[in-house]
Structures are given as structure tokens and as C-alpha cells.
């Protein structure tokens, strides 16, 4: 299977778990629709150039930051807390699941979901089997 596909299988996983998290909770639906694009918010780092807006942007788009928010607000009994990071944890899952990976510091629009094949030829020089053969 492909690993793109892969990743958006992962993220709609993300998404249905953050959800019914969220919903089991009691979480209002006004909290969910205000924190919804918060994450991406993070876009506003590009305004310092495409390193700084990559390092901010993939800051606020991986999971362990609100993993560890999550972890966090249970373990100082804060549902509140909770109620963020299931919101910022189903972002993330939404992204993957229609294609938004994390961003290369070589542009924005550079994830890895988006690398592109490139066509190559293997000469023996160096090919695996050719160095497993090549005498020592």
C-alpha cells in the first residue's frame, strides 16, 4: 500500500478517535468550532520565510504537542485542557486525511505527503547486488 495512503487511513483514525473523545467528554460544540482552524494559525511563522514557518508550522502539526497537552490537562484533572488537545489531535487527523503533511523548510507547499517520484536508473556501480557481489 501506498505510504500516502497510509498516512490519510492514520489521519482519518486521528480524527474519528479526537471526535468521539471530544463528544464523550461533553465537549461543547461552540468550543470545537472555535478551536477547529486554530492550529493553522502556525501559517503566520511563513511571515519570517519558509525555515521558521516550516519549524513553526510542523511545531503546531505533529502530534506529540497536543499529546502531551492532553496528558497534561489529565493529569491536573483540567478537562478544559483535554477538550484543546482532542480538537488540535482531530486538525491534525483532518489534515492528513485530505493531504496536508508536514512542510519542508524548501517550501510551503514541500510536505511528505506531497514528495514527488523521481525517475532513476540504477547503474551496477550502484547497485546493492552489484556490491554484495564485488569482490573485497
Do not use: C
Not at 461552540?30 to 513553526?56: E, Q
Request: hydrophobic share 45%.
Amino acid at each position: 500500500m501506498n505510504p500516502r495512503t497510509v498516512l490519510r487511513i492514520e489521519g482519518a483514525a486521528a480524527l474519528a478517535v479526537a471526535l468521539g473523545g471530544y463528544y464523550l467528554s461533553g465537549g461543547p460544540l461552540w468550543l470545537l468550532l472555535v478551536l477547529a482552524l486554530a492550529p493553522d494559525l502556525s501559517m503566520l511563522g511563513y511571515l519570517s520565510g519558509p525555515r521558521i514557518g516550516s519549524l513553526v508550522y510542523n511545531f503546531a502539526h505533529t502530534y506529540t504537542v497536543p499529546t502531551v497537552v492532553g496528558a497534561v490537562g489529565y493529569g491536573v484533572g483540567e478537562p478544559t485542557v483535554i477538550l484543546v488537545a482532542l480538537v488540535w489531535i482531530g486538525h491534525i487527523g483532518a489534515d492528513r486525511l485530505v493531504g496536508y503533511g508536514l512542510k519542508s523548510p524548501t517550501g510551503f507547499n514541500h510536505t511528505h505527503l506531497s514528495v514527488q517520484r523521481r525517475e532513476t536508473t540504477v547503474t551496477p556501480s550502484e547497485s546493492p547486488v552489484a556490491d554484495a557481489t564485488r569482490p573485497r
